[in-house]
């Protein structure tokens, strides 16, 4: 005979049995917030170490050089005469150690330490000047530095789900703000609001292996459904399948640099040159990832946990 050994015992655990689906649940929400941030760091890392980072078009300028020669700098010390010496280059190397940093806080930040968080939002702060760094090298065009919002906030968002909870208010409208600019930045370009990047005719020719007619009318349909994913968020109906085609085809975007520049004929195939860029997009992916776990229904879980007797 089979029977409840203690039913008070029971009582007593149900309130944890019914809580644990849901720690596991916030747990994967935090994991991609983790990841997102971890692998944007790494990515960009890489770029400050091994190739440089777009600083220059905000500081090979007259009017810094005039305040750095008043110090006693000339300007083959500000500029350089090859790669990896001047100024600016010196400066952005020693960037790369921050990022580096903020590569392992992004894994190792805890909501007790503030010391960890101010480390995250210092990289966060950076990640931003590049960005602006790239807008202003594109000639000040809008969506290069919107498309750049999942990047730019996903230590952010890392930072409110430790502090305040991967569920709270604050941090799911962040989200939002990220994956609509993410999207509707590349939206933007695709649809031709504003010239399309050479980059994106390139990938998609060499990937899909069709004429140009053909590339732009697919990019103009992919980018409609950037601003249709958009709008879906605010529709719960379909907000589920929004952010799921966004964790997709922003994972198919990010790899479309390594997959259309990779090569035998390169060395190392050309990872050097492209993985990176596929890593520090991860963000592009893993907030609509994180946005999908966070609204799908949960699934139910029959209470097999009973104590028993013979």
């Given at each position: 005979?089979?029977?409840?050994?203690?039913?008070?015992?029971?009582?007593?655990?149900?309130?944890?049995?019914?809580?644990?689906?849901?720690?596991?649940?916030?747990?994967?929400?935090?994991?991609?917030?983790?990841?997102?941030?971890?692998?944007?760091?790494?990515?960009?890392?890489?770029?400050?170490?091994?190739?440089?980072?777009?600083?220059?078009?905000?500081?090979?300028?007259?009017?810094?050089?005039?305040?750095?020669?008043?110090?006693?700098?000339?300007?083959?010390?500000?500029?350089?005469?090859?790669?990896?010496?001047g100024w600016v280059q010196?400066?952005?190397?020693?960037?790369?150690?921050?990022?580096?940093?903020?590569?392992?806080?992004?894994?190792?930040?805890?909501?007790?330490?503030?010391?960890?968080?101010?480390?995250?939002?210092?990289?966060?702060?950076?990640?931003?000047?590049?960005?602006?760094?790239?807008?202003?090298?594109?000639?000040?065009?809008?969506?290069?530095?919107?498309?750049?919002?999942?990047?730019?906030?996903?230590?952010?968002?890392?930072?409110?789900?430790?502090?305040?909870?991967?569920?709270?208010?604050?941090?799911?409208?962040?989200?939002?703000?990220?994956?609509?600019?993410?999207?509707?930045?590349?939206?933007?370009?695709?649809?031709?609001?504003?010239?399309?990047?050479?980059?994106?005719?390139?990938?998609?020719?060499?990937?899909?292996?069709?004429?140009?007619?053909?590339?732009?009318?697919?990019?103009?349909?992919?980018?409609?459904?950037?601003?249709?994913?958009?709008?879906?968020?605010?529709?719960?109906?379909?907000?589920?399948?929004?952010?799921?085609?966004?964790?997709?085809?922003?994972?198919?975007?990010?790899?479309?640099?390594?997959?259309?520049?990779?090569?035998?004929?390169?060395?190392?195939?050309?990872?050097?040159?492209?993985?990176?860029?596929?890593?520090?997009?991860?963000?592009?992916?893993?907030?609509?990832?994180?946005?999908?776990?966070?609204?799908?229904?949960?699934?139910?879980?029959?209470?097999?946990e009973s104590t028993k007797?013979?």
């Open positions: 005979m089979v029977c409840c050994g203690n039913p008070t015992l029971v009582m007593k655990d149900f309130p944890t049995i019914l809580k644990m689906p849901g720690e596991k649940q916030d747990q994967t929400l935090l994991l991609c917030l983790r990841l997102g941030a971890f692998l944007c760091f790494a990515g960009w890392a890489w770029v400050h170490f091994y190739w440089q980072a777009p600083y220059g078009v905000l500081l090979w300028q007259n009017n810094i050089f005039s305040l750095l020669e008043r110090i006693g700098f000339t300007w083959e010390e500000f500029v350089g005469t090859g790669a990896g010496d010196e400066w952005s190397g020693r960037v790369g150690w921050l990022f580096l940093a903020c590569t392992i806080l992004s894994l190792t930040a805890r909501n007790a330490s503030r010391f960890q968080m101010i480390g995250l939002l210092t990289g966060s702060l950076f990640l931003i000047i590049l960005s602006y760094a790239k807008f202003v090298k594109a000639q000040y065009q809008l969506p290069m530095f919107v498309e750049h919002g999942g990047q730019m906030l996903i230590p952010v968002l890392l930072v409110l789900a430790l502090f305040f909870g991967v569920r709270h208010p604050t941090t799911v409208c962040t989200a939002i703000i990220a994956f609509i600019m993410t999207f509707a930045g590349h939206g933007a370009y695709a649809v031709g609001f504003w010239p399309t990047p050479s980059t994106f005719y390139a990938m998609t020719s060499v990937i899909l292996n069709v004429e140009y007619q053909a590339t732009q009318i697919f990019l103009y349909i992919v980018g409609v459904m950037d601003f249709v994913i958009c709008l879906g968020l605010f529709l719960p109906p379909i907000r589920c399948a929004s952010v799921l085609y966004g964790a997709a085809w922003g994972f198919v975007t990010a790899l479309a640099r390594p997959v259309a520049g990779m090569s035998p004929s390169l060395n190392y195939w050309g990872a050097d040159q492209f993985l990176h860029e596929a890593i520090l997009r991860a963000s592009h992916f893993l907030i609509p990832l994180y946005l999908f776990f966070l609204w799908k229904k949960p699934s139910s879980t029959p209470f097999s007797e013979t």
